[in-house]
């Protein structure tokens, strides 16, 4: 298997190359073993979340809180894993019980969205700098 390697505040850690979630999934998946069923086992509940994250893609789009072209590819990013959903599903592996808690969904819906974008403009999953 291949890996990429993801450095937050924490340190580095190494992450499966195929997996559109980052760094801050990964430590969930170590440490937040709740129960033994995960997000990717609720569609609707993970199409609610990117279509959240579209719109507060569009509405801070529009208002310049973020610049036009960011929010022009998150926008992009959400249709692509709206129309792949099957597809994508897998990468959202946060234990239910987190969507309570919410940072790590919010965090996993965060990154895949993300990597989804950077591979939609060409560039590597987890080269998060382009974003910059």
Known sequence: MAYRTETDLLGTMEIDADAYYG???QRALHNFQISKR???????FIRGLIITKKA????????QAI????????V?????????????????????????????VNMNTNEVICNVALELYGFRKGDYKQLH
């Open 56 to 63: 507060c893609a569009l509405a801070n789009g529009e208002i």
């Open 23 to 25: 760094i801050h999934t």
């Open 67 to 74: 610049a036009s072209d960011k929010a022009e590819m998150i």
């Open 76 to 104: 992009k990013a959400c249709d692509h894993i709206l129309d792949n959903l099957d597809t994508f599903a897998a990468h959202f592996p946060t234990d239910v019980f987190q969507g309570g808690a919410g940072t790590s």
């Open 38 to 44: 995960t997000i990717s086992e609720l569609p609707t």
